[in-house]
């Protein structure tokens, strides 16, 4: 059945780096959309970046513009996100999720409700 598993979280100072990393199985990843999501304790999940089903268009958060990138490998069934200059207001669990591609892939599609695929979540902590 359809799995997405993430991995690579952990402990960092702020100002650090991590990358997390979503395994995908049981399907074809080439036609899926894959979104990162965060929940803060407290706080909704909230988008963080999404990728296309091809990898040529990502849509991020603009709280994360400029510091986070989202990267794909089909043939490997992985989807990355590379965060740098970690803040404390970085701390979440990070979900990894996916949708069936419908149309062109844009910032709309990069909504929460939109996925329905979901893995069980990496906790991310940014604290010195």
């Known amino acids: 059945q359809l799995q997405l598993v993430e991995s690579g979280g952990g402990l960092v100072q702020p100002g650090g780096s991590l990358r997390l990393s979503c395994a995908a199985s049981?399907?074809?990843?080439?036609?899926?959309?894959i979104g990162w999501f965060r929940q803060a304790p407290g706080k909704e999940r909230e988008k963080v970046s999404c990728?296309?089903?091809?990898?040529?268009?990502?849509v991020y958060a603009d709280s994360v513009k400029g510091r986070f990138t989202i990267s794909r490998d089909n043939a490997r069934k992985m989807v990355y996100l590379s965060m740098n200059s970690l803040q404390s207001e970085d701390t979440a669990v990070y979900y990894c999720?996916?949708?069936?591609?419908?149309?062109?892939?844009?910032?709309?599609?990069?909504?929460?409700?939109?996925?329905?695929?979901w893995g069980q979540g990496t906790q991310v902590t940014v604290a010195s």
């Open positions: 049981g399907f074809t990843l080439d036609y899926y959309d």
């Open positions: 990728i296309s089903s091809t990898g040529r268009t990502s």
């Open positions: 999720a996916a949708r069936s591609r419908q149309g062109e892939f844009n910032q709309a599609m990069c909504r929460r409700t939109l996925y329905y695929q």
